[in-house]
């Protein structure tokens, strides 16, 4: 139980150190809603599938800039103190809670203006957001990982896309095959495939994570 | 030539040249769509056998590599994929010739080919991650972790996502196919030994690379 223990402690320590300069969420919440209002300057109006595919490409981006930045943006005297005082377990564990409640926040948050800025809505909206849950923990869970990656690699931004696309891009395949039945609104028994698809992968990916994370992490 | 230890060669090299002569000269089925161009599959499958293969044996020794911190486990590991690599752009480069006279088209946005390029792309990135790094121990780690986790994607890409869209390929989405009731027996006689044949080759070319790397790095220490 010393790992639940450590795990909380963690995502405390991030939560605060987040409450306390408040950078990471307004920063990239900015971002998203300046990106969504720059592609509605240009767009004018959208729907189905133009609209769902452009929702997706603007998640992708945010959500590179905003989990990439918890490992590449951590100093090497903290990661080192870190180290001493946690197991490797706890920390992924933590880092990758955190960014997936920052992640469906902002999902969320960009959803709600998306909708809001361009006046249309999906035909199961219900549908539509599960796929956008899905989307923003499998993002963040991937992300996270490939960010701890590229930064012992030293090598920041371009190595973190360079890695990840390949990743991610079964899952937005998949997500947006899902919330294209979302937005025809589909019946939902016809996307539980999909549904069971992420699922299969987040689960791959988290298990893969927790076994490979401990060799990255000792130097 | 101690035959007990190479005779997987001389019989990789005798398949893949039967498969080659029988692959043009023996009777294929009369199917629609396909036609003659049904003698690609001798020839374009067994690409993707050898290329999973290869990259198996990668991550096996990254595995290895993790485990003992040997450093010619990861020379092996990077040399079988840059020989999964050169199977996996035959792979595609065949495919395309044969889409090009059957769909019409050499890229006809068809999933199999797509997620293929993409799954050819994930071994890219690990091949730059390599180079972004100069420290070798560190580079063999950080590297045999992303080939380690880039594996199930790739799985992903090639075995599952395929299954949940209709691709063009023979025997999906109601297109005539080698399965069953086609691949008959005289197909499967040049088809089997032709993807026997090809991974022979593979593996043998991926030992070749490994050794020559061995050596170079000998020679500059």
């Known amino acids: 139980m010393q790992l639940i223990k450590e795990v909380k402690f963690l995502i405390g320590k991030e939560l605060l150190l987040e409450w306390r300069s408040k950078y990471a969420l307004n920063g990239v919440v900015l971002y998203v809603v300046s990106t969504i209002f720059v592609c509605f300057l240009s767009f004018v109006s959208l729907s189905g599938v133009t609209w769902n595919a452009l929702f997706w490409i603007i998640m992708l981006f945010a959500s590179i800039n905003a989990v990439s930045k918890s490992f590449l943006q951590?100093?090497?005297?903290?990661?080192?103190?870190?180290?001493?005082?946690?197991?490797?377990?706890a920390l992924i564990i933590s880092k990758t809670i955190y960014n997936v409640l920052l992640m469906l926040l902002l999902t969320l948050i960009a959803l709600a203006f998306y909708t809001l800025v361009f006046d249309y809505v999906p035909q199961?909206?219900?549908?539509?957001?599960?796929?956008?849950?899905?989307?923003?923990?499998?993002?963040?869970?991937?992300?996270?990982?490939?960010?701890?990656?590229a930064s012992k690699a030293g090598n920041g931004g371009m190595l973190m896309s360079i890695l990840s696309f390949p990743v991610i891009i079964p899952v937005i395949t998949v997500l947006i095959k899902l919330s294209k039945n979302a937005i025809d609104g589909l019946d939902r028994s016809v996307s539980l495939d999909e549904i069971g698809i992420l699922l299969t992968i987040n689960v791959l990916v988290a298990a893969f994570s927790l076994l490979l994370f401990p060799y990255l992490w000792k130097d | 030539m101690n035959i007990s230890q190479s005779w997987w060669k001389i019989l990789g090299a005798v398949l893949v040249i039967y498969s080659t002569v029988y692959g043009f000269l023996s009777t294929v089925p009369a199917l629609p769509i396909l036609h003659q161009s049904i003698r690609n599959l001798y020839f374009h499958v067994p690409m993707w056998f050898a290329m999973i293969v290869l990259f198996s044996i990668s991550v096996f020794h990254s595995i290895k590599f993790l485990n003992n911190g040997n450093e010619d486990s990861d020379l092996k590991a990077v040399q079988s994929v840059n020989a999964g690599i050169v199977f996996g752009i035959l792979g595609i480069v065949t495919g395309a010739i044969w889409a090009r006279f059957t769909w019409g088209q050499a890229w006809s946005f068809d999933v199999k080919q797509n997620f293929a390029a993409i799954a050819l792309l994930l071994y890219f990135a690990y091949l730059i991650l390599r180079n972004a790094i100069d420290e070798e121990q560190k580079r063999a780690k950080i590297s045999a972790i992303y080939n380690i986790f880039a594996f199930p994607m790739m799985v992903v890409l090639l075995f599952v996502l395929p299954r949940i869209g209709d691709s063009l390929h023979p025997g999906n989405g109601g297109n005539p196919g080698f399965n069953a009731y086609d691949l008959d027996s005289r197909m499967r006689m040049v088809f089997y030994p032709a993807c026997a044949g090809w991974i022979m080759i593979g593996y043998w070319i991926y030992t070749l690379l490994a050794r020559v790397a061995k050596l170079e790095k000998k020679k500059t220490l």
């Open chain 1, 74 to 89: 951590e100093s090497k005297g903290r990661q080192l103190y870190i180290y001493t005082i946690a197991s490797p377990l």
């Open chain 1, 124 to 149: 199961d909206m219900l549908l539509y957001i599960i796929a956008t849950i899905l989307g923003s923990i499998s993002f963040s869970m991937i992300f996270t990982m490939v960010s701890a990656i």
